[in-house]
Each structure stands twice: as structure tokens, then as C-alpha cells.
């Protein structure tokens, strides 16, 4: 009896919180344009899958990011432009949704820091240098 | 370099570990939230997933009348759990529509059979088009929406016996 409890749960298959529905129509299919497809494809390498948090929607074999794959390709191949998608979901998931930030009061230490850093570091050389010469 | 300049490192090492240790006591908040709220709701059609359901679509919500709209699935377990919370919400008067995401009209059935049926209307989302126009993350999450059809609040993850009277509440004032 103890046996047969290990095998069965050793035969058990994890639990996945997912849908037996298949993947959305452009989930995991190609555009015919090889153009709209690379740009779809560097759009979704820019956004942030909402259920599976550090990775892309490129990456994700989450359920929600093929629906969003899908819905971006969708909108792609209607003509609308890789900014206006983005914005449409920063509209709804926050800024928080795309991998490029955009410059505000949050982000700005992040374009800040790095030019804060170069100034102290040639500030640094600078007074090395100085000392050197005078001795 | 003069001596008060001397500790600068050290501060700064301590400083940095400061900011370290806050990190890892106090983790970030994970839960994304829609950034609609407060919005109109976006304009959207689906259609009925269940005999004898109506679907779902906007014109449904400016009608006067705050309700909720739950966003949900039959193969999700949290929706379970959260199944009597609902029909105590629909006992206390709260109309409630839902979105049904990637599902079939007979898990559907089933789930309302085993579970019951606190809806008045169930829309077909079958490629989570709607889950993501509201900014919606995951199942189960629910909406309350006021009588001119804006989203008032966000309930993200499945409704808790405790939160019943806080959402009943949050209807009764979103006229």
C-alpha cells in the first residue's frame, strides 16, 4: 500500500494554472510580412509578461503572454505603430508592463545615476592626476 | 585627502547594505493592479458562453445600477474557493456579470453546478481580449463598477469571507 501511494504520486503530474483551450490564433504563429514580424518580435522583447514577472512576452510560455503576443501581432498586422500598442497597454498595467521606461519622477535616477557616476568618476581622475603632476 | 573624507566609503558600504537588508525584510508588493481605475470601462462585446446566460458587453454597465464584474474560469482553483463568497454577495442584492476566460460552455456548466451561480450575464473571452483591456493579471478578479459605468475598485485574487461586507459596502456606495 505504501508502495503503491509512492509510485502514484511519483506518477502524478503537476498541477499547471492554465487553460486546456489552445493558444490564441498569432501566439505562437508568425506574420507573412517578415517586416512586421521583427517588428512585433522587438516589441515583445520590450514587455513585460504580467503573470510570469521577469521575463518578456517573447520568453514566456505563460497562457497570458501567447494572448498578448497574439494581440500585439494582431494589431502589427493591422498597420498600427509598435509606440501606440505599448502606450495602450502602459494605459492599462502601468508603466510597470513595458522593459523601456520612459523618463518620469521614479525613473529619473535611473538616466541620472549612471551621468552622476561618469561626473564623480572624472572628478576623481581629475584630482589624481593633479596630485601626480605636482610631486 | 583630508580626514572627514576618509569615512565616505564606509558610510556608503553601510548605507548600501541599509538599503540591502530593507529589500529582503520588506519585500516588494507583486501584485499588479489595473491602472484603470477610476476610469471608464473600456468598450468591449463578448458572447454568452452558457445557454439560457446572456453575454456581456459595456452597455450592459452604465445602466445606473453599481455591480460587479468578475473576472474568472472554470479551471481555476481559487475561483472555487472564492464560489460562496460571490452567492453571499448576490443574497445581499449585488448584481454580479462576469468574463469568462479560455473556457468552454461545458466546463462552465459544470463549474456553475458544482459551484453555483451567483451571475446574471457570463461573457465568452476565449483569447483573454477583455481580461486585457481591463488590465486584468490573472483569476479570479473582480471589478466594481459604477452606475455610469466606471471602475471604481479592483479586487485582485479570490474574495475572502472577511472582505464580503467591504465590497458589499464599496457597491452600496458607488453610485
Redesign the interface.
Known sequence: MKWLAILLLALAAP?F?????PP??LANVQLKDPAKEAQAQALMLTLRC??C?GQSIADSNA??AG??R??VRTRIAAGESSQSIRDW??????D?VSYDPPLSATTAPLWIAPLALLAIGAWLARASFKRRRSS | MTRPLIWVPFLGAIALFAVIAWGLFRPAD?V?????VGQKLPAFTLPPIVPGKPGLSTAAFATGKPRLLNVF?S???PCIAEAPQLLKLQQAGVEIDAVA????PA?IADFLARNGDPYRAIGDD????V?????S??VPETFVIDGQGRIVQQHVGDIREEEVPGLIAAVRNAR
Open positions: 498541477a494554472a492554465d487553460s486546456n483551450q490564441a490564433p504580467v503573470v514577472q497562457e497570458m494572448d498578448m497574439s494581440l497597454l502602459i494605459a492599462r498595467y502601468g510597470y | 507583486r499588479i493592479h489595473s491602472a484603470l474560469a479551471w481555476c482553483i476566460i479560455r473556457d468552454t466546463a476565449q483569447a483573454s481580449a481580461q486585457l483591456a481591463l488590465g493579471a490573472g
